[in-house]
């Protein structure tokens, strides 16, 4: 009896990735790409519209991050497996995608050697972490287990990160109270709270705290 296919879907605000990462995938006899989105809010979307078993999702992309996105995921799909993909060789990344419920991490410049073996594993319920970062995350992780603590903590909450996004991506409060179905004065006071936490003085400076912490590109 054949194994079914596992249903992937793929995130990332760049055709020609989706394209390349399609193609390593779709030679796999047990992988199939069924879906791509362009940011993480579609991402959201097409798995509400369809059967996914995986999602793979960038880190960096417009409207929702891969991070956000995998976080709604895991919220509404309990059992989808998430894989994030991405340029970005962080730990503090790395701990974000478990806090969020991704099952692996893989880098971009190694996906065509990775992603495979990253997939299956995820469908087994293990967890993947790319070869080269796995002694220094387990040695933090031990060190924090040591001290008695649990995985550091983000300094701004989900709604409040969501917020940052979109103000760093230029839209006006109303357009982010829409997008998030609030009202502008809701987005207004998050907006204020931010600039207080971070102690930051305005916009721009706003933008450059979610350019250094992945939420936007530059």
């Known amino acids: 009896m054949t194994t079914p296919s596992t249903r992937i879907l793929l995130a990332d605000d760049h055709a020609l990735v989706r394209r390349g990462v399609r193609l390593i995938l779709d030679a796999e006899p047990d992988l199939c ?6 940011d993480g809010a579609e991402a ?6 369809m059967p996914i078993d995986l999602a793979i999702l960038d880190i960096a992309m417009p409207r929702l991050t891969g991070l ?37 991490y893989v880098l971009k410049s190694v996906a065509d050697r990775d992603l495979v073996d ?15 970062a796995e002694s220094t995350v387990i040695r933090k992780y031990l060190d924090l287990a040591e001290q008695g603590r ?33 009202s502008a004065k809701t987005v207004e006071r998050h907006r204020a709270n931010l600039l207080q936490k971070l102690g930051l003085r305005d916009r721009v400076e706003l933008t450059r705290y979610a350019i250094r912490t992945g939420l936007i590109e530059p």
């Open 118 to 132: 990253a997939c299956r594993a995820a469908m087994r319920g293990e967890p993947f972490l790319y070869p080269g």
């Open 150 to 182: 649990t995985l550091p903590e983000k300094a701004i909450s989900d709604r409040e990160e969501e917020i940052l996004k979109l103000v760093a991506e230029g839209h006006t409060s109303k357009e982010i109270g829409d997008l998030l179905v609030i």
């Open 68 to 104: 956000q996105a995998a976080r709604e995921l895991s919220r509404a799909h309990p059992g989808l497996r998430i894989l994030i993909l991405t340029m970005y060789d962080s730990d503090q990344y790395f701990f974000e995608a478990l806090r969020v419920g991704a099952s692996g």
């Open 33 to 38: 790409v069924v879906a791509e989105a362009g």
């Open 44 to 49: 959201v979307t097409v798995a509400r519209q």
